[in-house]
């Protein structure tokens, strides 16, 4: 499914052609640095960076022979360089390479997935300005609890992505690091002055020490935070399916012309895009704990991190990157009904006005277990008996003792509970 939805960019960003031309550029960058403090030809420098390239069912053929990937790219290479392909991967052990590539697509995926959370902020925020006054029901234990705003959801999701993106530049920074220090990471065949000039060339920063690989903690932080940002998409995602059950249809994914909802039933509208944002997010925490695991490798370095990594990078990336585009659609075209959201505010009776009414109770210098009493036993004939819970507070004795008709009528407002709704919102400057 996914597949049919890859963002090109993200999609080739982990393809295998990308990623051998990432690790030449890697190279030749060494090389160039070589050549800079003349350890190589500056003349073999220009040649390899004019001659090299390779073939991946080439590279696939050789590693056949050798079942060393990096090794099989560099005998590719060297087919295509010819004499000054000896100065390539000079000092150099794979992981420095190999790392620093793949440090170089999670930094430029992080910017894929940055640019897809602020345009999600966008839309959300437009939204929420758009529904800033529209009163609907708040739910505790999916329980009506009192009076709020629809755009007050948004908002609050508005700002939960803002709090991602912030995450996300920090786990971008984690990341953007190199190393080549060579075989288990103390520069015993290669300056280290090489490795200062190969990071900033390509825009990454030396790790101070590692081993014969960097540390796997930072690709942990990285997939961790995409699992967090993954979790904030799967909460809106299923609030959005929770309002648009048949009993609430507070609001609802957009519903195009022609579109089946399902095979049997020919009247379902189901909410099918929230459900398989739901469901991928599942992917992306599993793979996170499989980033964890990662972190724990033998002595200064074994490989059993590499396989793992080759799926969950480019899974996850590729997954977050779809799941935020699509509920970016789903929050901008989401179908919302005002009329609905009153409708279902008042079907408790004027349960929701319950807190109120007790408060009112004690600013009469009543003690507040008395009041709670008082206005809870009115509350319970109306789930139980279905009484009307207005109509009993209105003649109970001991409530009327203290308030007039007036002042509970005053109670049942839900106006009151919103009247710092444009507050919250300055807040966030809108």
């Known amino acids: 499914m996914i597949a049919r939805y890859t963002n090109p960019e993200m999609g080739h960003l982990w393809s295998i052609q990308n990623e051998w031309q990432t690790i030449l550029n890697v190279e030749m960058a060494a090389c160039d640095a070589m050549a800079e403090l003349g350890e190589i030809p500056k003349e073999a420098a220009v040649n390899i960076r004019a001659k090299a390239k390779f073939d991946v069912d080439r590279i696939h053929e050789i590693e056949s022979v050798t079942h060393h990937d990096i090794i099989a790219f560099l005998t590719n290479v060297a087919e295509n360089v010819g ?3 000896k100065y390539i991967h000079k000092g150099l052990t794979s992981s420095d390479v190999k790392d620093t590539a793949v440090c170089l697509q999670m930094r430029d995926s992080a910017d894929i997935i940055l640019d897809d959370l602020r345009k999600f902020l966008e839309v959300l925020r437009r939204r929420a300005v758009e529904f800033k006054h529209t009163p609907c029901i708040g739910r505790t234990h999916g329980i009506h609890a009192e009076p709020m705003t629809f755009g007050l959801k948004l908002l609050l999701w508005s700002a939960e992505i803002e709090r991602d993106i912030d995450r996300v530049e920090h786990a971008k920074k984690t990341v953007s690091v190199c190393k080549l220090s060579g075989a288990v990471g103390t520069y015993s065949n290669i300056d280290p002055r090489i490795e200062e000039m190969v990071a900033k060339r390509l825009g990454l920063t030396p790790v101070r020490l590692a081993t014969q690989v960097i540390q796997r903690d930072r690709h942990a932080e990285y997939m961790t935070t995409l699992a967090i940002v993954a979790s904030t998409l799967e909460k809106i995602a299923t609030e959005v399916r929770n309002l648009q059950r048949t009993d609430i249809r507070e609001a609802e994914e957009y519903f195009s012309p022609g579109q089946k909802g399902s095979s049997a039933m020919p009247h379902k509208r189901n909410p099918i895009n929230c459900e398989r944002v739901a469901g991928m997010a599942r992917l992306v925490r599993g793979n996170a704990v499989a980033s964890l695991e990662d972190i724990t490798l033998w002595h200064e ?19 977050l990157d779809y799941c935020t585009r699509k509920l970016t659609n789903i929050i901008d075209k989401l179908l919302v009904y005002p009329e609905a959201m009153l409708h279902n505010m008042n079907r408790t009776g004027g349960l929701i006005y319950s807190q109120r009414i007790m408060l009112t109770v004690v600013d009469k210098g009543v003690l507040r277990e008395d009041a709670y009493k008082w206005v809870q036993r009115n509350a319970m004939k109306r789930w139980m008996q279905g009484e009307d819970f207005r109509t009993n507070v209105e003649k109970d004795p001991d409530i009327t003792k203290y308030l007039t008709k007036e002042e509970i009528d005053n109670c049942f407002d839900y106006k009151y509970f919103l009247r710092n709704v444009d507050m919250i919102f300055e807040r966030f400057g809108l």
């Open 83 to 85: 004499d000054d392909s």
């Open 301 to 319: 370095r074994d490989i059993s991190h590499s396989s793992v990594e080759r799926v969950i990078l480019p899974d996850t990336t590729i997954n």
